[in-house]
């Protein structure tokens, strides 16, 4: 049971990180279609800014402008580079991005080196809020349920209640009707290009501290946000927070859970012995393969249900 | 058109400098380094090469060796077998007498059996493997090849001073190890250990982890700590360790962890104030030991490194690999792996810190000291500026990890 209370709490703090970084990256592949490699890099790159921002001006303020600068970055991407790009096709937008990740990845290299920064929770929040079974519950991933939770708010708030979301949604489905209309839709794209990095960048700053500014963050990050977007669906922000909330608890449940393929079978009366077919592959426990979980979810829906979760029309 | 002439100058120029490197590395002693140099893995190569640089420049202003300076090619594998053997390419094509390799004993597996291959095939191109951390107890025992030296404990030794460091309270241990050939070598190792030494200690939990898979380690610790484990045993390595660490210090729980690799950089960082007294690492060096031993030469060296790089100088035991390297060639009279390798065999050198080491002939199994070192607070050098640094809590001499090996090595026939 308390293993269950904290896995819980685990899994939904892990999940509105992923949700984080998704919700922006299925924004955007959903208005433009472009896949856009280079997501996880801002989410690298946010966490990278408010470090830099916090040695100098404390971590409030890099609360704020760290994401403003990736959507900057973001913007500047859209304007000068995508949008060139774009009249080339799919393929070439997906190449570009994937270019771009790479050269992210080396400035960042360059720029503060390989080894993890000490980008540190701040003072204010450093402390335990509650205590649970044993295990203390760091006030900091309250303060990122209740960033991520207002985040979802306001972005469904702004998409479905206000005037731009409209616009937004209109060009989303109908982009040419919306252009036809008076809308200046390359620049509703550049907007959601722009909005889609700065939260990714959002997620950095709160996500570097607690996890580790390094390098590879992004790397590690990417393909767990491409599982999220295509398992929640296109153009459904529900479906995407469904879906990280999902991915978050299941890879924290899967290391809870020491069971294996063997164990299932021994409830059904079969056991399975060293000189059994496959005893190696029915005696892995699911810890060991909980990483790859998502991945074989991300296969399956593509395989039974193609536009995801809660997608309105097919990848 | 203007474009065209000045991509022809910048070429012109680039391979005007390329040639006049060549020319002027004529003369030195190629030591190819191969370890992870980008993707996540990529802070532990950029250290060792930072280290070895610093190493190599010094052993260079020592003379050498035949008069002749050492230098280090450096190849990115990307932690890919398949790279580090396309790096062992390079090195032989250009007729590089040695290979170095330190992260990953799946990808020192490979190198094994790649060294043995093209030396069998080409007995007069033939390379000397030095792995300076790829720590497998497999590679110098089932695998074990005369061309392949280990200068880092293995696992087995490794595991034999944790389990010795446990003190009397602890009973109850949980395992963690990455999922691959050193992972289970620790796993199997330790436990071996637990069970001969302290047989009083129960094992709670045993888990192996994906390797750099992993970026949330919250609920391994919400595992362990519903499992009443007092202690963290773990030889995970990179970001596996420093996130998991993290996880646990940040939770507040209450748990010792006794790890090989801890100290390494970025470890420090990520652990933090929070792991004062908690965390213990098996080492071949810290920074303290110096002034703890009272060593000046060593810690002004240790120093030396601290003022030309932002992090701390962990590596000493490369500076034992190239007085090994420095000694051998000297004694072999030539560059000649092969003598070379002869040479090396049941050499015996005094490591900078002053204690007897020896390069044992059965295994190529390098027998050291080595250290326990705990993090806390109020020690002369900090680590990464943390306020908190390494203190020696026991240092092993070579003849107290001189286990006995089941290497039948196979030795080229007399030429």
Redesign the interface.
């Known amino acids: 049971m308390?293993?269950f209370v904290?896995?819980l709490l685990?899994?939904l703090?892990?999940g509105m990180l992923l949700f984080m970084l998704a919700s922006g990256l299925t924004l955007i592949l959903s208005m433009m279609g472009v896949l856009n490699f280079a997501h996880a890099s801002a989410y690298m790159l946010g966490a990278y800014f408010a470090y830099t921002i916090s040695v100098y001006i404390g971590f409030w303020p890099a609360l704020i402008i760290a994401p403003l600068l990736c959507g900057l970055i973001g913007a500047a991407i859209e304007m000068w580079g995508l949008r060139r790009v774009h009249r080339n096709g799919h393929i070439a937008e997906l190449l570009f991005t994937f270019g771009l990740a790479l050269i992210i990845e080396k400035v960042v290299?360059m720029s503060w080196?390989?080894?993890?920064?000490?980008y540190?929770v701040p003072e204010l929040l450093d402390f335990?809020l509650f205590?649970i079974?044993?295990?203390?519950?760091?006030a900091y991933r309250a303060f990122m349920l209740a960033i991520s939770a207002l985040m979802f708010g306001a972005i469904w708030l702004g998409l479905t209640r206000t005037r731009v979301g409209l616009v937004i949604q209109a060009a989303l489905t109908h982009p040419d009707m919306a252009s036809a209309l008076g809308h200046n839709v390359p620049r509703i794209f550049t907007l959601v290009f722009a909005a889609g990095t700065a939260l990714a960048g959002l997620a950095g700053v709160i996500g570097g501290n607690y996890?580790?500014t390094?390098?590879?963050m992004a790397?590690?990050?990417g393909p767990?946000v491409f599982v999220v977007v295509v398992f929640g669906g296109l153009g459904s922000l529900t479906g995407c927070f469904i879906a990280s909330i999902l991915m978050g608890l299941i890879?924290?449940?899967a290391?809870?859970f020491d069971v294996s393929l063997a164990d299932l079978l021994a409830k059904f009366g079969f056991t399975v012995t060293s000189s059994t077919p496959f005893a190696e592959v029915l005696n892995v426990t699911l810890?060991?393969?909980?990483?790859?979980l998502p991945f074989l979810m991300l296969v399956l829906i593509l395989v039974f249900r193609p536009r995801g979760l809660m997608g309105t029309r097919d990848t | 058109m203007l474009q065209g002439k000045w991509l022809t100058a910048f070429f012109g120029i680039v391979l005007a400098i390329a040639c006049g490197g060549h020319a002027w590395a004529q003369g030195t002693i190629k030591v190819a380094y191969t370890d992870p140099l980008s993707?996540?893995?990529?802070?532990v190569g950029?250290?060792n090469l930072k280290q070895m640089q610093y190493i190599i420049d010094y052993i260079n202003s020592k003379g050498g060796a035949l008069g002749k300076k050492f230098e280090l090619v450096p190849f990115d594998n990307k932690s890919q077998p398949s790279d580090a053997l396309i790096a062992l390419k390079s090195a032989t094509d250009q007729n590089m007498p040695f290979i170095m390799q330190c992260s990953g004993s799946n990808i020192a597996a490979a190198l094994i059996d790649g060294v043995n291959k093209h030396n069998d095939r080409n007995p007069d191109n033939r390379i000397i493997y030095l792995n300076c951390g790829a720590v497998a107890t497999e590679l110098t025992n089932e695998q074990c090849s005369f061309w392949h030296f280990r200068f880092d404990l293995h696992v087995g030794m490794k595991a034999e001073v944790m389990v010795r460091s446990l003190p009397k309270e602890v009973k109850k241990v949980y395992l963690i190890n990455q999922?691959y050939l050193f992972g289970q070598s620790v796993q199997r190792e330790v436990k071996n250990y637990l069970a001969k030494l302290r047989p009083d200690v129960q094992v709670v939990g045993d888990?192996?982890?994906?390797l750099?898979?992993?970026?949330?380690f919250?609920?391994?610790?919400?595992?362990i700590?519903?499992s009443g484990a007092q202690a963290l045993l773990t030889g995970n390595w990179g970001?596996d360790m420093?996130?998991l660490i993290?996880a646990g210090v940040?939770?507040?729980?209450?748990l010792r962890y006794y790890t090989f690799y801890a100290h390494l950089?970025?470890g420090p960082?990520?652990i933090?104030v929070g792991g004062d007294n908690r965390v213990l690492a098996v080492m071949s060096f810290g920074e303290n030991v110096a002034p703890e031993i009272g060593n000046k030469e060593a810690e002004a060296f240790a120093q030396g490194f601290r003022d030309k790089h932002?992090?701390d100088f962990s590596a000493a035991g490369f500076r034992t690999i190239f007085e090994y390297l420095q000694g051998a060639v000297n004694k072999a009279g030539s560059v000649d792996p092969t003598k070379i390798a002869l040479a090396m065999e049941d050499l015996t050198v005094k490591d900078f810190l002053g204690f007897d080491t020896r390069m044992r002939k059965e295994d190529h199994q390098i027998i050291s000291e080595y250290f326990v070192g705990t993090f806390k607070k109020g020690v002369k050098y900090d680590a990464?500026?943390?306020g908190l640094g390494w203190a020696t809590s026991a240092t092993i001499l070579a003849k107290d990890v001189d286990q006995p090996n089941t290497c039948k090595m196979k030795r080229p026939s007399a030429s």
Do not use: C, H, W
């Not at chain 1, 079974?133 to 760091?138: K, N, R």
């Not at chain 2, 750099?212 to 949330?216: M, P, Q, T």
């Not at chain 2, 919250?218 to 595992?223: A, D, E, Q, R, V």
């Open positions: 308390e293993v904290v896995s685990n899994g703090v892990y290299q080196g390989l080894l993890p920064v000490p540190r335990p205590k079974y044993g295990t203390q519950f760091p996890q580790v390094e390098p590879a790397f590690t990050m767990i890879q924290t449940f290391v809870v810890p060991r393969v909980g990483a790859l | 993707g996540p893995f990529a802070q950029d250290a999922d888990e192996l982890i994906p750099g898979k992993v970026k949330d919250s609920p391994y610790i919400t595992k700590n519903a970001p420093n996130l993290k940040d939770a507040g729980a209450d950089a970025g960082t990520a933090g932002k992090f990464e500026g943390t």
